[in-house]
């Protein structure tokens, strides 16, 4: 099985200098939608490698991209990002709700403590993303439990790990799917320390940009039945060096 995580485009939230001003759930900017639709078109018309891993000639099979399934997070930039890919390879994305953002929905309160907000309803999404299809964890009372406020990092960590494990009984089960997840940044490194590493190390960080995508194989045929390969990381090819946004 192949695993394709891909940062969402540039957020908002992406060209604070600092919190101040930070919304809950921030709608791309126009630059993000810019990269969206490169990343889309990216997909549908480049080969996914020049050569093979080690330079033998390319397999045909990896051009061009191709998705079996294509999952994003309940967060209006996933969703904005993956409706963009969804629309441009005729795929129609799927909400996993597991894969949000480190910390949920929240806005930060004085004195420390953070107001837990419930995320766009059932019906909204419906409205606002009738291409997308809405998984049954989402609700008309919301996707984020307002009661948990910001997640900590102890429950984020748990709930990659979960993640990761789900995505590996999937390998087993499904060889040949080909997932495409449009998920964030701090998620994207936290599930691939489960994945590589087999845990959560708070000091270590994989950096994607926005729209990077990053290639993880599972059912290795060289490492055997239960390796793990990291195949690439962070590939930018479809953005010119000045439209690559962190």
Known sequence: MRLYLIRHAQSGNNVLLNEIGRTHDPLLTSLGETQAQKLSQYLVGQPEMPTGAFGEERNPDDVPYRFTHLYCSAMQRALQTANEIGQTMKIKPRIWRETHEV?????????????????????????LYPDVDVSEEVTDNGWWPVDVGRESWEMAAE????????????????????????????????VLQWLLNGKNVPSLFYAHYNTAISRVDFNDPIGGPDAIRLHYLNRMDHLAPQERTY
């Open 159 to 190: 709930r990659t790990r979960i993640v990761a494990e789900a995505l590996k009984k999937r390998a087993g089960e499904s060889p040949d799917d080909r997932i495409a997840l449009v998920t964030h940044g701090a998620f994207m490194s936290t």
């Open 103 to 127: 910390g949920g929905i929240y806005l930060d309160e004085p004195e420390g403590k953070s107001q837990g907000l419930p995320g766009l309803t059932r019906t909204e999404l419906l409205n």
